[in-house]
């Protein structure tokens, strides 16, 4: 990203698009990565409220999966968790099996 | 209207990810269900937030988290800040400049801009009872300079300006009863809150922002870097102190209290100490005076909440 001069920025400095923090990728400070059992998840929502990322990824009130470029790896979703269907697997090991 | 996981969870995030905290910080769980309770109110908010790490972590100019209008100003007046904005607001709606809203103004400020260096311009806004809810995101300590104490560090634990050594075990103070100051102060609504307490949070909340009036929750927030435990457990570690009662859930409507949450069976103390580095020196038999005093405050300070309550 091109940072603005100081004479592109808004007077006051006021930033003008909420929410663009997005476009940082927290998700490559992850060493683990939750993976969701999707078969035995019953969509408590419980690993929703408790992500200090908003990653859990929702549609019409049911999990649809984790947003990998936010999810900073905590664990959180997975100790929460009721049913215990969130494993935290090595994120090295993920990727290495994603490359195959 | 009770708030229900499965109709908020469909709600837009009002904090963003992107935001640089800590793994597994407590500070975005805590606005994050604030934001979602009085979005499901379906009311507008407009945030301040005094420096702090929740300050800096949702702002790394030029980016910004939020998604709801905010201003950060210095570590001491951000209620002085947002105090004016919405006495502004008023002003224009009375002018007929704007539509009245019901606009809801919302500070969320660490426990150091909030205990200590911000105290006294808090207390102006609840002596001009000005319509404005302050949420206390309280790590207990000033964790964006790296864990220094502050007035609601408890008694015996470690920080970088209270070490651990042959001189000093940790703090040699108890903590200050906020809560207890702001209602001598006459607030009409004071709360404490915690993030694993979801739905006696969010209640809190909306009872908070309903009444015309200054508010105040203060939230317990489990700091995984300060309070040395596993990233994965800030929820845990909330459930625990509620459990010990280091941090009993209640609210003051009015100067009448009320016990919101009781824990299921009283732990002892030592459970929650156990659990934190902070607190690692106090299972030490030379230190066991400390873990006794903070196991005797707890217990003083429930006999004494549930005599207030009755
Ligand atoms: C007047 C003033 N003193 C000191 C600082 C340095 N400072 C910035 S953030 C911070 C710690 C904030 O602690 P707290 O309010 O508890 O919030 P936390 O970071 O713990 O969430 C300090 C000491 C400052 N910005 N302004
Ligand atoms: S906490 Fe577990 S069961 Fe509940 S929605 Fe998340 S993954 Fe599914
Ligand atoms: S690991 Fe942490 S950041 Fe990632 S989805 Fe789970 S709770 Fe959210
Ligand atoms: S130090 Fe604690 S409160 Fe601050 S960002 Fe990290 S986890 Fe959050
Ligand atoms: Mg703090």
Redesign the interface.
């Known amino acids: 990203m091109r ?2 001069s100081w004479k592109e920025l808004e007077t006051g ?1 006021v ?1 003008l ?10 998700g490559t ?1 992850r060493t683990f990565r939750p993976v969701i059992d999707m078969e035995k998840c019953t ?4 690993c ?8 859990i990824l ?1 549609k ?2 049911k999990v649809i999966g984790i ?1 990998y ?2 999810c ?5 979703c ?3 968790c009721p049913k215990k269907v969130i494993t935290m697997i090595e994120e090295v090991k993920a990727r290495t099996e994603e490359a195959k | 209207m009770p708030i229900k996981l499965k109709e908020i969870c469909n709600q837009e995030d009002k904090i963003a990810s992107g935001h640089r905290a800590c793994h597994g910080c407590p500070e975005t769980i805590i606005v994050r269900q604030v934001l979602h309770t009085i979005t499901a109110m379906g009311k507008p908010v407009i945030a301040a937030c005094p420096t702090g790490c929740l300050e800096v972590c949702t702002s790394p100019y030029p980016q910004t988290a939020w998604r709801v209008p905010w201003i950060h100003n210095a570590f001491e007046n951000a209620s002085s800040t947002l105090a004016a904005a919405w006495s502004t607001y008023k002003h224009f709606v009375k002018l007929g400049k704007m539509e009245d809203r019901d606009i809801k103004f919302v500070i969320f400020g660490g426990d150091g801009a909030t205990y200590d260096i911000g105290l006294q311009f808090i207390s102006g806004v609840i002596e001009r009872g000005q319509h404005i809810l302050y949420v206390c995101l309280n790590n207990e300590a000033y964790m964006n300079t790296g864990i220094q104490r502050s007035g609601a560090t408890p008694l015996g634990a470690w920080t970088t300006t209270t070490p651990v050594g042959k001189v000093l075990p940790g703090k040699t103070e108890h903590r200050k009863d906020i809560v207890g100051m702001f209602v001598a102060n006459g607030i009409p609504y004071a709360a404490q809150a915690a993030p694993h307490a979801w739905r006696d949070l969010m209640t809190k909340v909306q009872k908070a922002v309903s009444i015309e009036g200054p508010s105040y929750i203060d939230v317990i927030a489990p700091c995984p870097r300060g309070w040395r435990f596993p990233m994965d457990q800030t929820i845990y570690m909330s459930r625990l102190a509620v459990d010990t009662c280091m941090w009993p859930l209640y609210e003051v409507e009015n100067g009448k209290y009320r016990i919101t949450t009781r824990p299921l069976e009283k732990k002892p103390v030592i459970e929650y100490l156990k659990a934190q580095g902070r607190f690692g020196h106090l299972l030490l038999p030379e230190n066991k005076h400390i873990a006794d005093e903070l196991q005797r405050k707890v217990d003083q300070d429930w006999e004494e909440l549930q005599r207030r309550a009755k």
Do not use: Q
């Open positions: 940072l603005k400095v930033i698009e909420p929410g663009n923090s997005v476009l940082y990728r927290t400070w969509h408590c929502m419980f929703w409220l408790y992500c200090p990322d908003g990653s929702v019409d009130s947003d470029e936010h900073k790896g905590c664990g959180i997975a100790y929460e």
